[in-house]
């Protein structure tokens, strides 16, 4: 029993403080990638310091829904780690709680608030931004539907901790053409979910021209760091589910024992940084698709992804 | 036959094989770039060949290693060569290819097209014998039929060309696993077939460059005589 307490609560702590280590790494390689000198690895650490200690300012006419909004962003990736295999490859407590679309939904969540809370200001790029999030999103759902439809139809399950074992069950299903479909189209949809370069700009300063960054323009002080923390532990909890569950779903803490979720954290750095490695040449050799455009992107991974399906069918 | 590891590794390797080509069938059918199409194919015909060796050492039929080898110099070296040849950079600068439908709807006639080829195919299945039946002749069928549609919806002489290519190269992937001891001579046969197609064609397609200005052939809809008297109603686009 204490052992289990001390592995959630590891698991939990090392996505809460990785996190922006992760956010640091890529952004301190691209400008590598790009010839920059760059920020340190710990900028994000110090962003979140310098924010957590400045005033908030809150509009007059602004509603509950602001005010709330950054607790629902930062609290909705801790609790979608609680559902995934980040350092364990046994259940932990809530692992039965929901599957992998449950948890996609407990994310979802997150990102309804930040859309409610980006039209809940006056600012004209809020809503604007918040108008774009929901066109990705709603485009990403079918494709994020199928990918999971098809995992369980490949691995029988859609439960994050079965379906990884059956992966290490199996090595000789891994170049299975489902397996490869698979891994492409749900890499496509981390880009979108996440807002990273063929579908938004991340590191954009220009309005007109944003659509995740935007949501968060009208939030200063502690509700900023909140929600740039919030977008930070997204990302790792979406790649921790990409890798540990389906890319590479080896070097997890096997036995009970608290010695090895230790070692499994260096491990799961290392898979995590060789994922940020792939998110880098993917951001610096691709332009940012026009807004239009980002349908046929996602129409390609759903298309990816049924074809994923189909080969299935095909090869059975 | 080899040991059963060895055989499943194999198998392994060629679903794989399958898996992309299908991919890269689809790909032929969103992309909008006439050097994107090329590359696409080039793709597509390795992955061709790939399944040709793997399919030719599983069985051990030289036959197939050798169709292998013929698809490896033909489609990525001696047809891009060609095509290069033939015709101006200008065609390969095109960025935007014109098609009859938009590419969400396209790519999703094109899914269904496949599931289709995956039911048209059950039969021809059911009368192969258990040992030889492989995911190569639905996705090979799909390929015919990906790149038939491909033929249709383009707009542009060259992405229709690879269109014919392509459906060439699916019934290449699906004959590979039916027959393994075709006679060389029809492969051979097949493959120079396919360069004369590709040559004609490109001859075609700068003719029709030098007389219009660019090779959208979707938009001649209309005759024109000869020597048009001054507005006599044949409609030219410019």
Wanted: proline share 5%; aromatic share 10%.
């Amino acid at each position: 029993m204490p052992y289990r307490i001390l592995a959630n609560l590891l698991q939990v702590l090392a996505v809460l403080l990785l996190s922006p280590l992760a956010a640091g790494v890529l952004n301190r390689l691209k400008e590598i990638v790009q010839s920059k000198r760059g920020p340190s690895i710990f900028q994000p650490y110090r962003d979140l310091w310098k924010l957590f200690h400045k005033d908030q300012v809150l509009s007059e006419r602004s509603s509950w829904v602001f005010r709330a909004t950054p607790y629902v962003v930062f609290i909705t990736p801790i609790f979608v780690t609680l559902l995934i295999p980040v350092l364990t490859a046994h259940p932990l407590f809530l692992a039965f709680m929901a599957d992998m679309v449950g948890a996609g939904f407990v994310l979802a969540l997150g990102g309804f608030f930040a859309a409610l809370g980006a039209v809940d200001t006056a600012n004209p790029y809020g809503p604007m931004g918040a108008s774009r999030t929901r066109m990705v999103g709603f485009l990403a759902e079918p494709v994020f539907v199928i990918v999971f439809f098809t995992v369980s139809f490949v691995a029988g399950s859609t439960i994050p901790y079965i379906v990884q074992k059956h992966w290490i069950a199996s090595p000789a299903s891994f170049l299975e053409p489902s397996h490869v479909l698979l891994l492409a189209a749900f890499f496509m949809l981390i880009l979108a979910e996440t807002g990273r370069i063929p579908v938004d700009s991340a590191s954009g300063h220009f309005e007109l021209a944003m659509i995740e960054e935007s949501k968060s323009l009208e939030y200063s002080g502690s509700g900023a760091a909140l929600m740039k923390w919030g977008g930070y532990m997204k990302l790792l909890v979406l790649m921790c589910v990409y890798l540990n569950v389906l890319v590479t779903p080896w070097g997890l803490a096997t036995e009970q024992r608290l010695a090895q979720v230790l070692v499994a954290i260096p491990l799961v750095a290392a898979k995590v940084l060789l994922f940020l490695l792939a998110l880098v040449v993917v951001e610096s050799s691709l332009a940012k698709l026009r807004l239009f455009r980002i349908s046929e992107f996602l129409g390609a991974a759903f298309i990816t992804c049924v074809a994923a399906m189909v080969s299935r069918l095909f090869t059975a | 036959m080899t040991d059963p590891p060895f055989t499943a590794a194999l198998d392994a390797l060629n679903a794989l094989a399958c898996g992309l080509f299908l991919l890269a069938a689809f790909a032929i059918v969103a992309t909008r770039q006439t050097r994107g199409c090329l590359l696409l194919f080039i793709g597509q015909s390795l992955l061709l060949a790939a399944s040709a060796f793997v399919l030719g050492v599983k069985y051990q039929s030289l036959h197939l290693v050798a169709v292998g080898a013929v698809n490896l110099v033909s489609k990525p070296i001696v047809i891009p060569w060609i095509l290069r040849r033939t015709l101006s950079a200008e065609v390969y600068a095109r960025r935007e290819i014109d098609q009859v439908l938009n590419i969400p709807i396209s790519l999703l006639i094109a899914l269904i097209l496949a599931v289709l080829a995956y039911f048209l195919t059950l039969p021809m299945l059911s009368a192969v014998a258990p040992q030889f039946r492989s995911a190569n002749v639905p996705i090979g069928f799909a390929g015919l039929l990906l790149g038939a549609y491909t033929l249709t919806v383009r707009r542009e002489a060259v992405p229709m060309l690879i269109g014919i290519l392509a459906m060439e190269n699916g019934a290449f992937f699906a004959g590979i696993a039916l027959s393994r001891d075709l006679p060389f001579i029809v492969e051979l046969a097949i493959a120079s077939d396919g360069l004369v197609l590709v040559f004609v064609t490109g001859v075609l397609v700068r003719a029709i460059q030098r007389h219009i200005g660019s090779t959208r052939v979707g938009e001649l809809v209309s005759l024109r005589e000869e020597s048009p008297a001054p507005g006599a109603g044949a409609e030219e686009t410019p």
